[in-house]
């Protein structure tokens, strides 16, 4: 059966810890520098170094672990255990100055996730979520209430990121699900996913995303008892088709596909 590291909590804290200074240096800072990758999203120095520490730190605590991050390339993406790093997620937000971007990470093993964290450094907000011996998820070392939303669509809270993120396709499809909702919030990036872990939005449906942007919210939302997969109802992989969807319940979870899937 397999277990995770038995100092994986505190190590998770490590992370947390090692990416608030970089983001103090340049949150808002006027020296900042935004380059733009080759699919033209941005780049900070902000970034690349959370990851290069982030790379260190693992390299150096576990380094039979693999590694695949957003901004170097993957080490040892094919052994059993594999951190999936996002150093900034919502870097756009990040280089506007609004306070909602995160420090995402997540353990795999076997390509599954077992044990992730969604932190936000600029409100000192964390949660951390596994999925094994029944699923737990704590925010700020507390664990998330069991108690769960009620499964009602048209009581729930719906966010997206951006509109953009969407084929006209998926927009349709998203229209529908906006419509069955009490209201819909865009730009809080993965903050909307913690939200979803707490309670407080019902419902996320996202597409465009990568391994790194969705891998590290699946065992914090899980672990409080919600759900995630993508818009098939099928559960998320390294190869999965980008489209995403969370529920703070299996019942809401369970009516927002029902809508997508039209």
Known sequence: ???????????????RETALPVVQRYF?????VVEQKA??????????????LWRELIEKTYPDHGIIG??????????????????IDGTRAFVGGFP?????????????????????????????????DGGLTTFNGQPVSGKRPSGDLSRSVLSATSPDMFSP???????????????????ADAYAYALVAQGSVGVVAEASMKPWDY?????????????VTDWSGQPLTLES????????????HQQALAVLKG
């Open 169 to 187: 396709e998926q927009f349709a499809r998203f229209s529908k699900l906006q419509n069955a909702c009490m209201d819909l919030r865009y730009g």
């Open 70 to 87: 957003e901004e170097e390339a993957a080490t040892g993406a094919d052994r059993e255990f594999v951190w999936v790093l996002d150093p």
């Open 100 to 132: 909602m971007f995160t420090n995402l990470f997540a353990l795999l093993h076997q390509g599954r996730p077992l044990f992730s964290g969604i932190c936000v450094p600029v409100t000192q907000e964390c949660w951390l979520g596994s999925v094994l």
């Open 215 to 227: 891998m590290p919210l699946i065992p914090v939302i899980q672990g409080a008892g919600g759900v």
């Open 1 to 15: 059966m397999v277990a995770l590291p038995d100092d994986i909590w505190q190590f998770a804290e490590s992370l």
């Open 39 to 52: 699919d033209v999203s941005p780049v900070t120095l902000a970034d690349q170094t959370i990851e290069r």
């Open 28 to 32: 808002r800072s006027l020296d900042l």
């Open 241 to 252: 088709d980008g489209t995403v969807l969370a529920g703070a319940s299996l019942e809401l």
